[in-house]
């Protein structure tokens, strides 16, 4: 695999780190790959990571040898859901991709020595740039935001007004 620059987040690259370990025992031919990818990237905080960067679970535009496109997500493990709609990063292509950037083009070699070349087309959706967005949303200034202010003889719609007891009435049972 040949790539110019590959960024992983601390958990992505966490969890390549297991998945070599895991690959290694079984002398997997992906190897080589998991170790030049995990040798060659820069690791940044999960907050810190572009929005344009390919991390787990993101939804992906790419194309393969200037092809047509194809929209993924890129995950873990294969999961059930529609045929087509996922890729792992357990296959060449899905591990090729984790860490690219919009507009970044790689080369992957496959087992039989064939080439093909992957070009990010668009990071449509990615977890941590999509979990940023919420906490800005979610700031208010001070922490509280007043919504509104009723008036002081505001009642709930159907509520009726207290009984009022006044000097004149007996109060009724006690209740001690």
Not at 75 to 85: H, I, K
Not at 118 to 129: F, G, R, S
Not at 136 to 143: V, Y
Not at 160 to 176: F, K, L, V, W, Y
Request: a neutral charge; one cysteine or more.
């Amino acid at each position: 695999m040949t790539s110019t620059n590959c960024c992983l987040t601390t958990k992505d690259f966490a969890v390549l780190e297991v998945m070599l370990e895991r690959r290694r025992a079984f002398a997997d031919p992906i190897v080589h790959m998991l170790e030049h990818k995990l040798s060659s990237a820069d690791v940044v905080p999960i907050d810190s990571v572009g929005p344009d960067i390919v991390t787990l679970n993101s939804r992906v535009v790419f194309s393969v040898d200037a092809g047509h496109t194809e929209t993924r997500t890129l995950v873990q493990n294969e999961v059930r859901g529609p045929v087509g709609s996922s890729l792992s990063v357990a296959t060449r292509r899905g591990l090729c991709m984790l860490g690219m950037a919009q507009g970044q083009t790689a080369s992957i070699e496959h087992a039989d020595g064939r080439r093909e070349s992957i070009l990010i087309k668009a990071v449509l959706y990615q977890p941590e740039a999509a979990r940023r967005a919420v906490r800005q949303k979610d700031r208010r200034p001070h922490g509280l935001t007043l919504v509104y202010s009723a008036a002081a003889d505001w009642r709930p719609l159907g509520e009726t007004a207290g009984m009022r007891q006044t000097e004149d009435d007996d109060p009724g049972p006690s209740a001690a």
